[in-house]
């Protein structure tokens, strides 16, 4: 990813939305890797470019904020991730955007469930699956859900999610 950077930098330009997506890709991986530190400093850096140059409402700069709020609670910081989460949603749901506020409660959800706050997470996971742009599949397998398994709510929000994909098929 870092040879791609270097790449379009030199020939896209270091503010061209391709190059900002692939900085957002490192985002993830450096998260994934528990690199939260260094995740976090790129990842600040593509959000204020995004927002100067595609807009603070564009999908991408909300995609790479969501990634930032998954980096704070991976280092901990609940608090921040917190409110990153609800300046998505808000956001998102000024701009009409509902799949990015679906996709913000759905991973506010498994921040809850990370910090065993059981409730709030399924509560969130509601939000997320209301719409039914989650699929039941998807939701069932998600590890970072496995907490919530055990948890009558939680079969009830994937046979929600299970229904709102039907309905949305006919």
Not at 22 to 40: F, H, N, P, V
Not at 75 to 82: C, K, L, P, V
Not at 138 to 149: G, I, M, N
Request: net charge negative; glycine share 6%; aromatic share 6%.
């Amino acid at each position: 990813e870092r040879e791609v950077i270097v790449a379009q930098t030199r020939i896209l330009g270091p503010e061209h939305p391709q190059t900002l997506r692939t900085e957002t890709y490192l985002t993830i991986s450096l998260t994934k890797e528990g690199r939260y530190a260094e995740a976090d400093k790129l990842d600040n850096q593509v959000i204020a470019t995004e927002r100067r140059v595609l807009g603070p409402s564009n999908m991408a700069t909300l995609q790479s904020m969501e990634f930032e709020a998954i980096c704070l609670s991976g280092e901990g910081r609940y608090t921040d991730a917190d409110q990153m989460f609800h300046e998505i949603i808000n956001i998102a749901g000024r701009t009409n955007q509902p799949a990015e506020v679906d996709e913000a409660w759905y991973n506010f959800a498994t921040v809850e469930a990370a910090r065993g706050n059981r409730d709030e997470a399924l509560a969130d996971l509601d939000r997320a699956v209301q719409n039914g742009l989650v699929s039941p599949g998807y939701l069932a397998a998600d590890p970072e859900l496995k907490s919530l398994h055990n948890d009558p709510r939680f079969n009830a929000a994937i046979a929600k999610a299970r229904a709102a994909t039907q309905a949305g098929a006919k």
